[in-house]
C-alpha cells in the first residue's frame, strides 16, 4: 500500500513553554523513531500547505478564528487557559497542521495515496467550534471532515479517536449531524470532563477505568464500535491518532502498547477497505513520552504500510 506521510517544518516553530508536555520534540521523537528502524523510507513523503481561511470556516465560528488571530502575540506567550497557550509562530503552525489534513483527504480521493498519516502538532480534537483548550486551536480532524464533504460529497465519515482524552471538540462540532459517526476510546472520569456522558444516535463513547489494558480495550472496541461502524458504511475513515493511552505515558493511567495500536489500526484499514474502498487519513493527538509516542508511531504506520509489526 502507499502510506503518505505529511508534516511541515512550521509545526516546530510552536512553542508553549520550556516545560510544556506537547512540545517540538514530540514531532523529532516521532521522525528519530521512524528513521532509524526505517519505515520512513517506505512511505510517500510531502508537505502540508497552510489551510484556507474559509475551510477553518467550515469547522469553527468567525467569532472565535477572529479571537485567535487578536490573541496572537508579536512575542511571549498568550495564555487562552492554563495550559493552552500561544507564540508568535502558533498559528502558522496550526495552519500547516490543518491543511495537513486537508492534504491528505485530497491525496486519498485523488488516488494518490492508499492511506495518510499527518505528523502534525498542534493537536487539534479538543479544540470545538468555538473555544481552544487542551493544546488544542483549530480542529485539525474536524476541518478534513468538512473538506471531505464540502469538496467530494461524501455523505458518510467516520471518525475513530484513541487519544488517551474523549475528543470532545469533534464531538461538539458534530453532535447533531448523522453523517458523521464518531467513536472515541478514553479513560474516564477523565479531562476533558465534558460530553461524555451525554448520548447523541452518532457518538459512540468507550470509557475505559484508569489501569484497563490492552485485553479490555480491545474487547470494548470490538464490542461497541464495530458493530456502529458496520451499521454506518463509512465512506472514508479518519483517525485521532493519540498514543498518551501507552503504559509509560505520565498524562493518564491506562495501560496500552504499541501492539495494541497495530491492533486498532489493522482494525481501521478492514473498515475502510469494506466500505471506503481503503480510503483512511490518520491524524497525530497526543503521546507525550517521547520513547513511546515514537515506538507507537512506528507500530501505527507499520500497519498502514501492510508491514507485519515485528518488521521494517
Partial sequence: ????????????RHFMGPNHPES?????????RLALSGVLTHTMQSEAQPVKAQTLALAHCPQYLEMLEAHSP????????????????????ARVAAGAVVRGVDQVFRH??????CAVRPPGHHAERSSAMGFCFYNNIAIGVAHARQRYGVERVAVLDFDVHQGNGT???????PSVLICSSFQSHFYPWRYQDDTWSNIVNTPLTAGSDGTVFRRDVETQWLPALQ???????????GFDAHRDDP?????????????????????AR???????????????HLDALGTSVEAHLKALLGFPLGDP
Fill in 1 to 12: 500500500m502507499i502510506t503518505a506521510y505529511i508534516t511541515h517544518p512550521d509545526c516546530m
Fill in 112 to 117: 494518490q495515496a492508499d492511506n495518510v498519516f
Fill in 251 to 271: 498524562m493518564a493511567d491506562l495501560k496500552l502498547v504499541e501492539s495494541d495500536y497495530f491492533w486498532v489500526t489493522q482494525l481501521a484499514l478492514d473498515i
Fill in 24 to 32: 517540538p520534540k514530540r514531532l523529532e521523537a516521532i521522525r528519530a
Fill in 274 to 288: 469494506v466500505y471506503a474502498e481503503g480510503r483512511l487519513v490518520s491524524v497525530l493527538e497526543g503521546g507525550y
Fill in 74 to 93: 508579536q512575542e511571549g506567550l498568550s495564555e487562552l487557559d492554563g495550559e493552552t497557550h500561544m507564540n508568535q509562530d502558533t498559528l502558522a503552525a
Fill in 231 to 241: 451499521a454506518f458504511k463509512p465512506q472514508l475513515i479518519m483517525l485521532s491518532a
Fill in 171 to 177: 464531538v461538539d462540532i458534530f453532535k447533531d449531524d
